[in-house]
């Protein structure tokens, strides 16, 4: 049997073509993901767009100095996005700077002196009784009870619980028939048990219940305007979302208040395989009240047997009561998540923060002078671009054909990807953004460079371009790479120890340090392995940049026979 041959085998440098083709798809598949997904153009930052910029200084009450951590930080984080949302705003950004600072960016086209007002203001949270919810523009539906319901219920703790309208795997309402959903609004504003309000509270009664008719939850104008300026004391109307829909709400006077929840907090019930739940623990007097309050709503029938858990004038739960609740502490329970709820424990919890927070600047930018920023930027990139193809078409000649096509493929992909990441993770391009931009623009050529300079090196020891190709890579590659892991880790420790638009340089500078590797690898290298087939560049044409005699090149060692030596004869 023969000895099978032994042999190199193919790598996939040998098979160039592969490299490219896989380059292009990916390069093809990106840009069709931005034109299907709209977003042609990258987000832009404050600077470059226009808008409002706004920091907050966290203030502590006296004695709670510890209340400035990390958790409540987020929590207030959390609670400003959702003002901002209200207002309409969908490109707006909220991001701790620090440890006391809050930046709010607020793009074009939004009221400045209104974004002001809600970020700048604490938090408002209550507790009211619910009178009528619906789905908000249609009418209201009969819940019949003794059926599964989809809401949270509140309990006390250790006791039946009290769930959540919106995610309760399945309790009963109280009543054994099914009723509509809410009461003559005239009765839930009642302060007691009498048949007929005062004259007065029949006015207030009748504009209340107009305008709840009239509300449409599922427009954010009206969101923004439901419950404004709304009293304590008074009855009012608001808005939540019960998963995807819009509801609205008709809700009486505040019955406890959000400053007397003591704590709330996230939990897995093991116990009875209930899941994730939120406990809270309520004051002394928060106690009191909130007994009371569920003892009257477990008496009466859905919705009226829920409160709403109202934050800024929105409902963000509405659990059902099926007894009172004593001893001052509860639980709410349903088919929450994990995530949901540490939302809602941490809303719960806002209320009680000794956290307040003082305006520390208000930075507005006009569209005008945004544009002049982008503008000049764009105008540095191209006069950073332009010196670095003068100095590769002077130095490397027909080199540079395939220095060039590699940057272009380079820019084709971190203009995809930014475009791309604007409305899947909020990145904006800010003006440091694209100083980060500019100098990847060095960094890549820098890798080309070290390329060419080593199969130069290898002609000038006197072998042809095809194999200078191929042994220049290996020891090209690791100059490369360590290059731009140095780069890389510049970047990422920059992003993580800084705040706010350094952030952007960074981001982008790690990004077009990874992209840097991924067109080295997969383009330029490949290019340079089929163009090296060529006459043109394999046969070292003067205008090629691969010219032996310019380089200086050694001819090729080549293996001689000794002369023999004469054989001189000897006399016998």
Not at 163 to 175: F, V, Y
Not at 284 to 289: A, C, I, R
Not at 315 to 343: C, D, L, M, R, W
Request: charged content about 20%; some cysteine.
């Amino acid at each position: 049997m023969a000895a099978p041959k032994k042999g190199r085998k193919a790598s996939a440098q040998s098979k160039p073509g592969r490299s490219l083709a896989l380059i292009l798809i990916a390069i093809a598949a990106l840009t069709g993901g931005m034109f299907a997904s709209g977003h042609t153009t990258p987000r832009l930052g404050i600077d470059l767009a226009g808008g409002t910029s706004i920091t907050l200084r966290a203030e502590a009450e006296p004695g709670q100095e510890s209340a400035i951590n990390k958790t409540n930080m987020d929590t207030a984080v959390q609670i400003m996005e959702r003002r901002v949302n209200g207002l309409g705003v969908s490109e707006a950004e909220v991001q701790t700077q620090g440890d006391k600072n809050i930046i709010v960016n607020i793009p074009k086209g939004t009221n400045s002196k209104q974004a002001r007002d809600q970020v700048g203001t604490t938090a408002k949270l209550y507790f009211r009784p619910v009178l009528q919810r619906e789905a908000s523009g249609g009418a209201a539906q009969p819940e019949p009870s003794a059926s599964p319901s989809g809401s949270p219920s509140a309990s006390p703790s250790g006791s039946s619980k009290a769930t959540d309208p919106e995610k309760s795997t399945g309790s009963a309402t109280p009543s054994a028939t099914a009723t509509t959903q809410g009461r003559a609004v005239t009765d839930g504003l009642k302060a007691d048990d009498s048949p007929s309000p005062k004259a007065g509270d029949d006015g207030d009664a009748a504009k209340l219940q107009a305008a709840y008719t009239a509300l449409d939850c599922s427009k954010p104008a009206q969101r923004a305007k439901a419950g404004k300026d709304a009293k304590p004391a008074d009855a009012t109307v608001a808005c939540g979302k019960d998963g995807d829909v819009w509801t609205k709400f008709l809700l009486g006077p505040v019955a406890v208040d959000g400053t007397e929840v003591k704590d709330a907090q996230a939990s897995f019930d093991t116990t009875r395989a209930a899941g994730w739940q939120v406990d809270m623990t309520f004051t002394g007097s928060g106690s009191k009240k909130f007994s009371n309050i569920t003892g009257e709503l477990s008496k009466q029938s859905s919705p009226q047997n829920e409160f709403a858990i109202v934050l800024d004038d929105e409902v963000v739960s509405h659990p059902y009561v099926q007894q009172a609740i004593t001893g001052g502490n509860a639980q709410i329970s349903g088919s929450f998540t994990q995530e949901e709820a540490k939302s809602l424990a941490n809303m719960l919890s806002y209320g009680a923060l000794p956290l307040t927070f003082s305006e520390d600047s208000v930075t507005t930018v006009t569209a005008a002078l945004g544009g002049e920023q982008l503008h000049a930027g764009l105008i540095a990139g191209a006069i950073g671009l332009a010196l670095v193809v003068i100095y590769l078409l002077v130095y490397y000649r027909g080199l540079s054909v395939i220095a060039i096509l590699s940057l272009l493929v380079s820019a084709a992909l971190t203009y995809t990807i930014m475009a791309l990441l604007g409305p899947t993770i909020g990145f904006a391009l800010n003006l440091p953004a694209v100083c980060g931009a500019i100098v990847a623009i060095g960094i890549t050529a820098d890798s080309f460079i070290v390329y060419f300079e080593r199969v130069r090196d290898e002609i000038r020891e006197g072998r042809t371009l095809r194999p200078a190709v191929e042994r220049a890579w290996p020891r090209a590659r690791r100059t490369i790479l360590v290059s731009d892991f140095v780069s890389f880790l510049a970047a990422a420790v920059l992003f993580i120890v800084t705040v706010g638009k350094v952030q952007g340089f960074a981001f982008t500078l790690g990004l077009t340090t990874l992209l840097d590797v991924v067109v080295v690898f997969l383009f330029t290298k490949p290019l340079l392995t089929l163009l090296a087939r060529t006459k043109f560049y394999g046969g070292g044409h003067p205008w090629s940049g691969l010219d032996p005699k310019r380089l200086g090149a050694r001819p090729p060692l080549r293996r001689t026979r000794r002369p023999s030596a004469p054989i001189e004869t000897k006399e016998a």
